[in-house]
């Protein structure tokens, strides 16, 4: 055995050494010399699969951090000179260096030392970076950084939005000139959602805009594009359109055919609505701040008519009264046709409540009485007093619809922000009333979109000056002023506010506004809310401010300026809610 292993070791060391001497062979030599370069290609495919890496963290890094500078309100360069636009995009540049220093960390080993750039036009906001990567084995061939770069394009105005405008055009509106400020607000909103004046940017794909002036009522046109008198109770279905008559044939709609405004020319409904009934919100009844379809019956909304007051004698025998809603002065006893007309000698000496309402709800005292013409530039009394004097604009692609509707806004009646509110609903939901929107040269007709759509989003701005205010327990009869709500006095079993007490009216007001904000929210609707002036108290502040999707979306405006300043900063927030990456 010892020989075998001997004879074996022998002849191994032979051959090694025959190996190692023989001069033939280059198997050796390739070996050696191709050692490095294979490590280098090694090392540079580890150092390549780390770039990959780092530069897919990276280019995301850019787009959050580009996302987040078109966010902010400093984004807009909106009246700034050159000397502050290079100022305000260096303050964004140090700013995105802080947001990518934030959430980026760069992975082995590299630094966060990043050239930013920031370039914003009309169009765009773009951001570009750069930093420097370590290689590792690459290092050897003298490559010992590589630099990575990554470039983000926020493009404006991609996302398209349904925008309406609820703009209070109460009474109060007409001092300080508050009425002015608010139209210019407004109009500036619209030049910045559009990039542009109404001469320079007359429509676009992306906004479809309405417009609601509001007051103790809202007013429907009844020539407008999306308009439908099957919308209306015209035939006294429902209840609450025969409340102000002791004849149940009569109803609001019908009883403005029968006034006169010269002696051969009848009247027509004036496109003034009022609301709906309270009811069950859980049931989906709470009619009044809903917007159930009005397809027939309590869900139909009964055309506006606030009745004439009683003319007695002796106004003293029962307290005051309000709402002087003919001529400037009541109905009177006298002359053809009289408030008496066909009542008995009972009926017309009964001075109790029962008897001077049975008075205020004679019919007869309508037929072929000729009133005075409604002024649509100043507040003058009728049947329409309380109601807003100009109409809904409906959704349009015609920017010029909503900017003629906003000049002509005239300031008169009282303050019911429900019901502005329960129809800037309304116009954006996509069940009638409205459920179309208008064409414009370029852009055709089209229907409302759904709630929650993958595209289109739905925005409410809401502005008010004041408290919710029917002047509730200045009429003894009635109880408040006329409003879209009735008046405070009716009979439960058919009560907009839910109560006769006048200390519990505003409060009903209150919880009303409240109901259609919160519904309208629940449907994905954003709201911003304004309230301007300082007729506004401390606690319906904090009700606006509830009534705002959140707490960003409200701001108290104690003048003009600072409303003006605030619908920019709305105008602003919308555009970054348009906005969309690029790549």
């Known amino acids: 055995m010892r020989s075998s292993i001997n004879a074996f ?161 109460t009474g109060s509106m007409s001092s300080s000139g508050k009425l002015d400020g608010a139209k210019t607000a407004a109009r500036n909103l619209l030049n910045t959602v559009y990039g542009g004046s109404a001469a320079t940017v007359p429509e676009s794909e992306y906004l479809r805009v309405a417009l609601v002036p509001f007051a103790a009522g809202v007013r429907l046109n009844k020539n407008a594009y999306d308009f439908d008198l099957d919308w209306i109770d015209t035939t006294g279905a429902n209840p609450l359109s025969k409340l102000h008559f002791n004849d149940t044939s009569w109803n609001n709609y019908t009883t403005w055919g029968k006034l006169k405004s010269n002696s051969t020319t009848y009247m027509s409904w004036n496109g003034c609505v009022e609301a709906r ?51 400037g002065t009541y109905i009177p006893e006298s002359g053809t046709p009289s408030e008496i007309a066909g009542l008995s000698t009972a009926q017309k000496n009964d001075t109790s409540a029962a008897g001077i309402l049975y008075r205020q709800q004679n019919q007869a005292k309508y037929l072929n009485r000729v009133i005075t013409v409604e002024s649509t530039t100043s507040s003058n009394v009728g049947p329409w007093r309380g109601c807003a004097k100009t109409p809904i604009v409906p959704l349009t692609y015609k920017r010029a619809n909503v900017e003629a509707g906003i000049t002509a806004m005239v300031a008169a009646g009282n303050t019911l922000i429900a019901e502005g509110v329960a129809w800037g609903w309304r116009v954006l939901s996509p069940t009638e009333p409205f459920s179309k929107v208008e064409a414009s040269t370029s852009f055709p007709a089209d229907t409302i979109s759904t709630y929650n759509h993958p595209r289109w989003l739905k925005i409410m701005v809401i502005m008010t000056d004041g408290d919710n205010d029917i002047s509730a327990g200045l009429d003894t009869l009635n109880g408040t002023t006329y409003t879209a709500y009735g008046r405070g006095k009716e009979p439960l079993a058919n009560n907009r506010f839910g109560t006769t007490s006048n200390s519990n009216i505003m409060p009903a007001l209150d919880d009303a506004m ?70």
């Open 9 to 169: 070791m022998g002849s191994t060391s032979r051959k090694l050494k025959a190996f190692r001497t023989n001069c033939l062979g280059s198997v050796t030599q390739i070996t050696a010399v191709a050692a490095l370069p294979m490590m280098l290609a090694a090392g540079a495919a580890i150092d390549t699969v780390r770039i990959n890496r780092e530069q897919v963290a990276f280019s995301a890094a850019v787009d959050s951090a580009a996302l987040a500078v078109a966010a902010d309100d400093r984004a807009s360069l909106a009246g700034l000179n050159d000397a502050q636009v290079t100022a305000r995009l260096a303050e964004l540049e140090e700013f995105a260096k802080k947001y990518m220093a934030e959430n980026y960390t760069p992975q082995y080993g590299s630094d966060q030392e990043m050239d930013v750039n920031v370039e914003i036009t009309g169009q765009y906001i773009e951001l570009s970076a750069a930093h420097d990567f370590p290689t590792t084995i690459m290092s050897l061939t003298g490559i010992d950084k590589i630099n990575l770069a990554a470039k983000s394009q926020i493009m404006k105005a991609m996302r398209p939005i349904e925008l309406v405008l609820v703009m209070d055009t």
């Open 277 to 327: 009934m309270r009811g069950d919100e859980a049931a989906n009844t709470d009619y009044n701040v809903n917007d159930v379809a009005p397809t027939s019956g309590v869900t139909r909304f009964p055309a506006y008519f606030a009745p004439d007051a009683p003319s007695f004698a002796n106004l003293s025998v029962y307290g005051s009264y309000q709402n002087y809603s003919f001529n």
């Open 514 to 583: 409240s109901a259609a904000c919160t519904q309208a929210k629940a449907e994905g609707i954003e709201l911003y809310v304004t309230s301007f002036g300082s007729g506004v108290s401390s606690a319906t502040r904090a009700k606006l401010q509830a009534c705002a999707t959140d707490a960003d979306n409200y701001q108290h405006a104690s003048s003009s300026a600072d409303l003006a300043a605030f619908f920019n900063h709305i105008g602003q927030d919308v555009l970054n809610k348009m906005i969309y990456v690029s790549k």
